[in-house]
C-alpha cells in the first residue's frame, strides 16, 4: 500500500508530449475503438485517460516513502516491454515508468497483454489485493472508467444525460459480461425489427385508444414492449410456453402477467393501474401479449450451447462463470485444472453456486448414456474431495486406452477394492471404471498405485 504523504508519479513528472500526441491521433481511429458506439460532444481521449491514471495511482519511486516491494517488482516487471529499462537509481525506474505510461497512452499498445499484465500487476502492487475504487460521477463518454477497469481497478460511473448513461451501461457492463454474443444478439434482433415481426403489438395502441377512449401515445407502446420482453426472458414462463399448448399455457402467463406490471409501475402508472382495476382493459391487453409472448418463444431456435459464452472480467470469475476446457487438457493437468489454459469463459445454465476448481467440458461417446448423452456438456468439479465410490468422475492413468476419448483417460462411475498395506495405510487392489451404457465394456485396473492414478475431477451436473 502507498503510506500517506508519499507523492504520486503524476506530481513530479509527466510524459505530456508523447501522450498528447497519441491522444491527438485517437480522433482518426475508427475500428474498435469506443467513439464507433456512439458519438458524444466531450469524450474525453482515451490515451490521457489512461496516462493520467497510472500517474496517479502509481507513487513516485524518488520518494523516500515509496514502498519498497513497488520499485522491487516495477524493476522486475518493466524489462519485458520492449525499452523500459529500469536501471540501478530511483531516477532511472522514474524515467522508465514514464516511458512506459507513454508507450501505453499509444492506442495500438492499449490491448497487448504485455502491457496490460505490467500496469496491473504495478496497481496491485501499490495498492494491495483490493483494487482501488475510481469514481466519475459525470462519465459522459465513459472514457475514465473505461480506463479504470483497463488498468485493474474498479469503476463506479454515472451521469445526469440519460444518453451518456446508457453508454456507459453498455461499454461497461454489457460488452464486457457478453462479448462478441452481443453483436450477434443485436444483429437478430434489429433484423427481426424490420421484418416487421412487432407489428401485432403495436397496433394494441391503436385498439386500446379505439376501444376504450384512451389517448395513449408511442411512449406507451414502448411500455407494453418492456412488458413483453421480460414476459419473454422469465425462466418460468419459458418452461410454461415450451411444454404447453397456448391455451394451457394462459393459465400461467395471465398469472404471472399482473406481477410484471408492478415491476414497471414507476415507469407507466397510467397503463399499470388501468391494468390492475379494468378487468375488460386487462382482458384485451392479456390475450394480445399471450399471443405474440408464445409465439415468439416457441419459435426461438433452441440453443445448441448449454451455457452463454462471455468475456470475464476477474471478479467474475468462478462466481458467475467458469472455465471451457478439452477433457484432454484437463486430463493432463493432473487435478491441478485451474492451470489450464481455457478455450474461453461460459456462464453455464445451471442452479448450482459456482465456486473455484468448477469448469465446463464436453464428453464424446454413448458409454455414459443416458446419463451423460454422446457430446453431452457437463460442469465438472476439481478436486474430488472425500471418498470417490460410486461418483461419476474424470480419471486418468497410463493403463487406460479410451477409445472414446482416444487417450488414457475416462469418464466412468468409480469403484475401487482396497486392503492394508500392513502399516496402516491402504492401497488400491483393483479399480473399476463403469460404463452406463451396458453395451459398453468396464475398464479394470489392478494393484493401482496412486501416483500413477489421478482423479481429475467429479461430473457434478450434466447441463441442459
Same mark, same amino acid.
Given at each position: 500500500?502507498?503510506?500517506? &504523504? @508519499?507523492?504520486?508519479?503524476?506530481?513530479?513528472?509527466?510524459?505530456?508530449?508523447?501522450?498528447?500526441?497519441?491522444?491527438?491521433?485517437? *480522433?482518426?481511429?475508427?475500428? +474498435?475503438?469506443?467513439?464507433?458506439? #456512439?458519438?458524444?460532444?466531450?469524450?474525453?481521449?482515451?490515451?490521457?485517460?489512461?496516462?493520467?491514471?497510472?500517474?496517479?495511482?502509481? %507513487?513516485? %519511486? @524518488?520518494?523516500? *516513502?515509496?514502498?519498497?516491494?513497488?520499485?522491487?517488482?516495477?524493476?522486475?516487471?518493466?524489462?519485458?516491454?520492449?525499452?523500459?529499462?529500469?536501471?540501478?537509481?530511483? =531516477?532511472?525506474?522514474?524515467?522508465?515508468?514514464?516511458?512506459?505510461?507513454?508507450?501505453?497512452?499509444?492506442?495500438?499498445?492499449?490491448?497487448?497483454?504485455?502491457?496490460?499484465?505490467?500496469?496491473?500487476?504495478?496497481?496491485?502492487?501499490?495498492?494491495?489485493?483490493? %483494487?482501488?475504487?475510481?469514481?466519475?460521477?459525470?462519465?459522459?463518454?465513459?472514457?475514465?472508467?473505461?480506463?479504470?477497469?483497463?488498468? +485493474?481497478?474498479?469503476?463506479?460511473?454515472?451521469?445526469?444525460?440519460?444518453?451518456?448513461?446508457?453508454?456507459?451501461?453498455?461499454?461497461?457492463?454489457?460488452?464486457?459480461?457478453?462479448?462478441?454474443?452481443?453483436?450477434?444478439?443485436?444483429?437478430? /434482433?434489429?433484423?427481426?425489427?424490420?421484418?416487421? $415481426?412487432?407489428?401485432?403489438?403495436?397496433?394494441?395502441?391503436?385498439?386500446?385508444?379505439?376501444?376504450?377512449?384512451?389517448?395513449?401515445?408511442?411512449?406507451?407502446?414502448?411500455?407494453?414492449? !418492456?412488458?413483453?420482453?421480460?414476459?419473454?426472458?422469465?425462466?418460468?414462463?419459458?418452461?410454461?410456453?415450451?411444454?404447453?399448448?397456448?391455451?394451457?399455457?394462459?393459465?400461467?402467463?395471465?398469472?404471472?402477467?399482473?406481477?410484471?406490471?408492478?415491476?414497471?409501475?414507476?415507469?407507466?402508472?397510467?397503463?399499470?393501474?388501468?391494468?390492475?382495476?379494468?378487468?375488460?382493459?386487462?382482458?384485451?391487453? &392479456?390475450?394480445?401479449?399471450?399471443?405474440?409472448?408464445?409465439?415468439?418463444?416457441?419459435?426461438?431456435?433452441?440453443?445448441?450451447?448449454?451455457?452463454?459464452?462471455?468475456?470475464?472480467?476477474?471478479?467474475? *470469475?468462478?462466481?458467475? @462463470?467458469?472455465?471451457?476446457?478439452?477433457?484432454?487438457?484437463?486430463?493432463?493437468?493432473?487435478?491441478?485444472?485451474?492451470?489450464?489454459?481455457?478455450? +474461453?469463459?461460459?456462464?453455464?445454465?445451471?442452479?448450482?453456486?459456482?465456486?473455484?476448481?468448477?469448469?465446463?467440458?464436453?464428453?464424446?461417446?454413448? !458409454?455414459?448414456?443416458?446419463?451423460?448423452?454422446? =457430446?453431452?456438456?457437463?460442469?465438472?468439479? !476439481?478436486?474430488?474431495?472425500?471418498?470417490?465410490?460410486?461418483?461419476?468422475?474424470?480419471?486418468? #492413468?497410463?493403463?487406460?486406452?479410451?477409445?472414446?476419448?482416444?487417450?488414457?483417460?475416462?469418464?466412468?462411475?468409480?469403484?475401487?477394492?482396497?486392503?492394508?498395506?500392513?502399516?496402516?495405510?491402504?492401497?488400491?487392489?483393483?479399480?473399476?471404471?463403469?460404463?452406463?451404457?451396458?453395451?459398453?465394456? $468396464?475398464?479394470?485396473? *489392478?494393484?493401482?498405485?496412486?501416483?500413477?492414478?489421478?482423479?481429475?475431477?467429479? /461430473?457434478?451436473?450434466?447441463?441442459?
Amino acid at each position: 500500500m502507498i503510506p500517506k &504523504g @508519499c507523492k504520486r508519479l503524476a506530481e513530479v513528472d509527466f510524459p505530456i508530449a508523447e501522450v498528447s500526441r497519441h491522444a491527438a491521433r485517437e *480522433k482518426s481511429i475508427r475500428h +474498435g475503438h469506443p467513439s464507433t458506439l #456512439h458519438l458524444w460532444w466531450a469524450r474525453r481521449p482515451l490515451a490521457s485517460s489512461r496516462a493520467v491514471l497510472l500517474g496517479l495511482l502509481w %507513487p513516485d %519511486p @524518488c520518494d523516500p *516513502k515509496c514502498p519498497s516491494e513497488f520499485k522491487q517488482q516495477a524493476r522486475e516487471l518493466l524489462p519485458t516491454v520492449g525499452g523500459c529499462n529500469p536501471g540501478k537509481t530511483d =531516477g532511472d525506474l522514474q524515467k522508465a515508468l514514464l516511458k512506459f505510461i507513454a508507450a501505453f497512452a499509444n492506442w495500438d499498445n492499449s490491448a497487448k497483454p504485455a502491457y496490460l499484465e505490467v500496469s496491473r500487476a504495478l496497481v496491485k502492487s501499490a495498492h494491495g489485493e483490493e %483494487p482501488p475504487l475510481v469514481v466519475d460521477p459525470f462519465a459522459g463518454g465513459g472514457s475514465i472508467p473505461l480506463e479504470a477497469l483497463r488498468v +485493474g481497478c474498479e469503476a463506479f460511473a454515472s451521469d445526469l444525460n440519460p444518453v451518456a448513461c446508457l453508454i456507459l451501461k453498455v461499454m461497461l457492463e454489457d460488452i464486457p459480461r457478453h462479448g462478441p454474443g452481443l453483436a450477434d444478439e443485436l444483429r437478430r /434482433v434489429g433484423t427481426g425489427i424490420a421484418r416487421g $415481426e412487432q407489428i401485432e403489438l403495436s397496433k394494441l395502441i391503436d385498439i386500446l385508444n379505439e376501444r376504450f377512449g384512451t389517448d395513449f401515445k408511442p411512449a406507451d407502446q414502448l411500455f407494453l414492449d !418492456s412488458i413483453r420482453e421480460d414476459a419473454i426472458a422469465d425462466a418460468g414462463i419459458r418452461q410454461a410456453a415450451m411444454a404447453n399448448t397456448m391455451e394451457n399455457f394462459g393459465y400461467v402467463f395471465l398469472k404471472a402477467l399482473e406481477g410484471l406490471f408492478i415491476d414497471r409501475m414507476e415507469q407507466n402508472e397510467d397503463i399499470t393501474a388501468r391494468f390492475i382495476n379494468d378487468k375488460e382493459f386487462q382482458d384485451v391487453v &392479456g390475450k394480445s401479449l399471450l399471443k405474440t409472448v408464445y409465439e415468439q418463444i416457441r419459435s426461438e431456435k433452441p440453443s445448441l450451447e448449454p451455457f452463454r459464452r462471455v468475456t470475464a472480467l476477474e471478479k467474475d *470469475k468462478y462466481r458467475t @462463470c467458469v472455465p471451457l476446457l478439452k477433457l484432454k487438457a484437463a486430463a493432463g493437468a493432473f487435478g491441478d485444472v485451474q492451470a489450464v489454459e481455457p478455450d +474461453g469463459w461460459v456462464e453455464p445454465h445451471t442452479e448450482r453456486r459456482l465456486g473455484p476448481g468448477m469448469f465446463v467440458a464436453q464428453v464424446v461417446g454413448r !458409454s455414459m448414456e443416458p446419463r451423460i448423452p454422446d =457430446g453431452g456438456w457437463c460442469l465438472f468439479q !476439481s478436486p474430488v474431495e472425500g471418498s470417490r465410490r460410486g461418483r461419476v468422475v474424470l480419471v486418468q #492413468h497410463r493403463d487406460i486406452d479410451d477409445p472414446e476419448t482416444g487417450g488414457a483417460y475416462t469418464v466412468k462411475r468409480y469403484e475401487s477394492d482396497k486392503e492394508s498395506d500392513g502399516s496402516g495405510s491402504w492401497r488400491h487392489t483393483e479399480i473399476r471404471l463403469l460404463p452406463e451404457n451396458r453395451a459398453f465394456t $468396464e475398464i479394470i485396473l *489392478k494393484d493401482v498405485r496412486d501416483d500413477e492414478f489421478h482423479i481429475i475431477a467429479e /461430473v457434478v451436473e450434466v447441463l441442459r
